[in-house]
């Protein structure tokens, strides 16, 4: 099954839907908009790997242990 | 024994706003507590989303902050004094003016939580103050700060206090914020789309607080009908219909553009989260940190030091003379235990104040959570998160400040761990008595020996952090960073001096009975004696309680090489303060303390001392004990700030885990360095 590719190689300034979350962090996630489903985009690269993401107005910034735990298909 | 820190007890509404015995009037008294029939106002919602702001300003400085009992979450609660429609009062024995029309109501800042599902002790805490206790014990309204720049992501906690149908009303923050990036919000209809009250405030320029104060005593203690909620027990079908209830609010309550515009935000971030130039930015700031907190305090806490030294021991001294009690026990106990103690403490208060006001500026810039970010990796390396960088480095110029700054951790387990750590950072304090023995017994490389004990501190924090998070700490998850940026905002004087204020109370509060008691408890034993021919308060050290304290407690220091008496006795001083270990010393051994850093006839007195110590070896014992001096309880001062931050029991368990450290680090040198020096 196709489950799209992880957050890390995703370009920036692209609109991205997430398609897969690990469990452990899901609910944390959704509380923040950023659930199954859901658009977003990445604006930035951050020190330490990580990436800066807009979800409906949110600035969310996402660790680098997180981003390749995280599958997202480009539209 | 794992710290997991799941308030799993019963909590009790009352024992927050501290019930009197004897019911008084609401318009009576200054206390924290409002009167019993003050209507309790839980005021909930996301970090980030003005909360505590919000608390600040509707409270001003009637706050008390501290622990939750049983937990390390912090509760700040206080009065919120309202006007009322109508002169109502229900106190047993009213005073109020029938034409003064006042309310007073119990504010309580519950922590921020995205949501009521237990995930964290703060969020466990909430949950329990809202729908674990008894229906009579909860608040008798939830005011729910929600972002209105962020709208769909604050309403989460809406959607489920909404399905409980627990009296709220939602309080609209960030609407400038919002306006700026071309959203819209209709209260009135969002109101509906949410069934509850919604009112628009901006807690940092304090506007909107009438209405919203109109809102809470229209509302208070009226439920609200629940939300029908989905009949299933799948949490994601759950949360699926939250979810479409929130876009169905937002999509009918207000409007933004299709495209996000870039954010004045946006571009700084751009900057100061960047691969290469945030860490430089971050480094940069830190430098201002430990520059303003350490060279700006410094000749304000010298000012104080010498005020306390001087005028007002001389003016009491005097005033002790003329009053017949000169020379007396009674002029030891006022010059040498309470002025010499609040003079301690106050010596504290430009450090502290300093060190609050950074605080609260980088908090209330947005900066602290850029800086979360740009550190996470390194501090992840030893379980702790990037805002741990912060405390960690304030500590290399004070311990006490920075177990303050520990606060700025959103997790209680990662506070507790972080103020535990702190006290292996070595402090300006100790740097004085590693020159002054690097001088004695390094000569020429004494710049090296003192660098060595900036890096074992830097491995002692690593180490101690290693050992601790795969032990008591084994149970806290590496969860992976994920935090909410908010939007940058200009810090307010007025928020800023409040934030302040209430944390140096807080400080001085708790900091005041530990750090007089201490400096009163060692001018007490050094003022009885235990050879016969000395009065009271007229006795050598030697031969004083003190002196025989250290000479009974000298053997430990056998197997480290520095087991005299006047080296042991600095280490009972040092407790006290690392700056008094020097001139402990001149005054043991009666010779005059070096001005200028230099080892003088002291330093003769002390290297003899080592070298009759270490059977020969002084140079391993002299290493041993500056090791020692390193890693034992850094000061009197900074445990009361451990004691304020993360309670009695992790403080003695930090003191304890200090001493075995700092004892078998010192024999482990002197042991394994007698055999090369």
Redesign the interface.
Known sequence: MYVGSDLASAPLHTSLTLVHAPE??R???????L?IGARFSL????????R?A?????????????LS?LRVEVR | MAVTEQPDRALKLPLLVGTPSVKACCHTGGGIGACPEAPVVALVGAPNTGKSTLFNALTGARVTMGNWPGTTVEVSHGIWKTTRDAASCTCEECTCDPNEQRRDITLIDLPGAYSIDPHSPDEALTRELLVGVPEDERPDLCVVACDASRLANSLYLVAQLRELGLPMMVALTMLDVAAKSGITVDLDALSEALGCPVVGIDPRRRTGLEALAAGVREHTGIATAPRPVLETTDALELDDDRFAWISDAVRAGASAPAEQPRTFSDKVDRWVTAPVLGPVIFLAVMWLVFQITTAVASPLQGFLDGLFSGPVTNGATWLLGQLGLGGTWVEGLVVSGLIAGVGMLLTFVPLMTLMFILLAVLEDSGYLARAAVVTDRLMRSIGLPGRAFLPLIVGFGCNVPAISATRILPSSRQRILTALLVPFTSCTARLTVFVMLGSVFFGPYAGTAVFAMYVISIYLVVLAGFVLRRTLWRTMGAEPLIIDLPAYQVPTLRLTASVTWVRLQGFLRTAAGIIVATVCAVWLLQSIPTTPGHAFGDVPVAESAYGAAAQAITPVFAPAGFAKWETTSALVVGFVAKEAVISSWAQTYAVDQPADGTPGTLGERVRTDFENSSGGHPIPAALAFMVFLLAYTPCVATLAAQWREIGAKWTLFGVGMQLVTAWVLAVAVFQIGRLFL
Do not use: E
Not at chain 1, 43 to 50: E, P, Q
Not at chain 1, 54 to 66: D, K, M, N, Q
């Open positions: 452990s962090c609910k944390r996630l959704s509380c923040l908009g659930r604006l930035s690269r951050t020190a330490g790997g990580g800066v807009l979800v409906a107005g949110s600035r969310i910034a996402l660790g680098s242990t997180l735990q």
